[in-house]
């Protein structure tokens, strides 16, 4: 089977969201569906971000897929137990089997033993890729997904997905891969992907000029996290927000319940990729992520995928006061490191800061209104104020959410 006729199938079985880190025995794959018509490729930063991703886009209406290398499989445990099996998000996930049969480059022979195990522990239903039989497997996966509402596995051994012999000569691309899949798809440019993804035309690849309100280094707090989250939460309209996991979520709770919040009780480190694929999929709406320093330095590279992937309907705010104040309040390393500048330079369109209320409510006002994806780091004091635990369990956390997400 080619990586043209998996992902044909793929979309006939009604996928619609291709997202993951690539491994050589789908490279193939991951070629056709850079050229999706209508959802290329997202190429992810790392596995648990991906999940992360295809989180936020099944909250959307999407169907996903997560391609991984088993090695990733051990990068994402977190997000599939505390994300996507805890809240019970669907995905289909196709993991390569490095390791199969005890035969391979050394760093894959103990994830190779164990990657069926790992997927049991997990409970997450699994078949191993037959190429003979892959249409009836699909057929099943989604069965089982729909079933669950859960992720299930196809874990793909050597030779995984390759050109086949049916692509017809000289139809190849760079390094012997296929130029255009079955059905006519024709590699879109990674630029445009996310504006196909979005069904809405590309913005301009470069971002155009970025603002920073404040200069100097050394920014000084003046209002708690929870004051700070009441000027935001006052701006906001019927978006969503996605929670980083800790108080952001619980002061945030006690400040005003709505459904339109989604509370990651989990999965640290993965608000702002929930987001992100949340807003890929709903373009016509601001999609909100209030985040904690300790979050984002967890996922850092998601503010890289944030600003080549360009969503103008990305809000993000960054709740930081420089320690993990959730545990116990142990100094993070964004004391020393302008998470802002950060931003700016991963492609932002706007990356500002701020330290005052009217500051915050002006940068909360002002990317509501204006095309983003937008940076706000507000600073905060480390006080903590006395918050209760969500009371909602997670998958109702979910079925509110995704009705209180406008339908477009
Ligand atoms: C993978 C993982 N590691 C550690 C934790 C424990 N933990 C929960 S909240 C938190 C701190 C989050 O820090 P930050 O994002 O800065 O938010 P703050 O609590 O300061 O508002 C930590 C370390 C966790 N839940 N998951």
């Not at 080619?2 to 291709?18: I, P, Q, T, W």
């Not at 155009?208 to 309100?213: E, F, G, I, L, P």
């Not at 993000?316 to 004391?335: A, I, K, M, P, W």
């Not at 500048?341 to 006002?365: F, H, N, Q, W």
Request: with cysteine; hydrophobic share 45%; net charge neutral.
């Amino acid at each position: 089977m080619s990586g043209a006729e998996l992902a044909a199938l793929l979309d006939r079985h009604g996928f619609d969201f291709y997202t993951g880190v690539p491994c050589s025995l789908v490279e193939d794959l991951i070629v056709a569906l850079e050229c999706h018509p209508r959802a290329p490729w997202i190429p992810a930063v790392r596995e648990d971000v991906a999940v992360g991703l295809a989180a936020g886009a099944w909250l959307g209406g999407r169907r996903p897929v997560v391609v991984m290398q088993n090695s990733g499989l051990g990068t994402s445990l977190n997000a599939l137990a505390s994300l996507s099996l805890m809240y019970r998000l669907p995905a289909l996930l196709i993991v390569t089997w490095r390791g199969f049969g005890g035969h391979d480059a050394p760093e894959h022979l103990l994830m190779g033993e164990i990657s069926p195990v790992l997927l049991d522990l997990l409970g997450i239903p699994h078949q191993v890729l037959d190429h003979h039989d892959a249409d009836e497997q699909v057929a099943w996966a989604c069965r089982e997904m729909d079933a669950r509402e859960s992720p299930v596995a196809l874990l793909v051994p050597p030779p995984g997905v390759v050109a086949a012999e049916a692509e017809p000569a000289g139809a190849t691309g760079p390094r012997g891969t296929p130029a255009r899949a079955p059905g006519g798809w024709a590699p879109a440019g990674r630029a445009a992907a996310a504006a196909t993804l979005a069904g809405t035309s590309p913005v301009a690849s470069a971002p155009a000029a970025k603002t920073a309100s404040v200069a100097n280094d050394a920014l000084r707090p003046a209002i708690s996290r929870r004051d700070a989250l009441a000027v935001a939460i006052k701006e906001l309209g019927d978006e969503p927000v996605i929670h980083a996991n800790g108080y952001v979520c619980r002061e945030s709770f006690a400040i005003g319940d709505r459904p339109q919040n989604f509370y990651m009780i989990g999965s640290m480190g993965l608000a702002s990729a929930i987001g992100l694929g949340l807003a890929l999929v709903r373009p016509a709406q601001s999609c909100v992520v209030f985040d904690g320093d300790g979050n984002l330095l967890m996922s850092l590279g998601t503010l890289a995928m944030v600003g080549s992937l360009a969503p103008r309907n990305f809000i993000h705010l960054v709740f930081d006061n420089e320690v993990y104040g959730s545990t116990g309040g142990q100094r993070s390393l964004s004391r020393e490191v302008r998470l802002d500048r950060v931003a700016r330079s991963a492609g932002y369109r706007t990356a500002m800061a701020a330290t005052m209320p009217d500051e915050i409510a002006a940068a909360l006002r002002s990317a509501r209104v204006n095309p983003g994806p937008h940076f706000v780091l507000v600073k905060v004091t480390a006080t903590e104020s006395p918050a209760p635990r969500i009371p909602h369990t997670p998958p109702a956390i979910r079925d509110r959410f995704r009705q209180g997400v406008r339908t477009e």
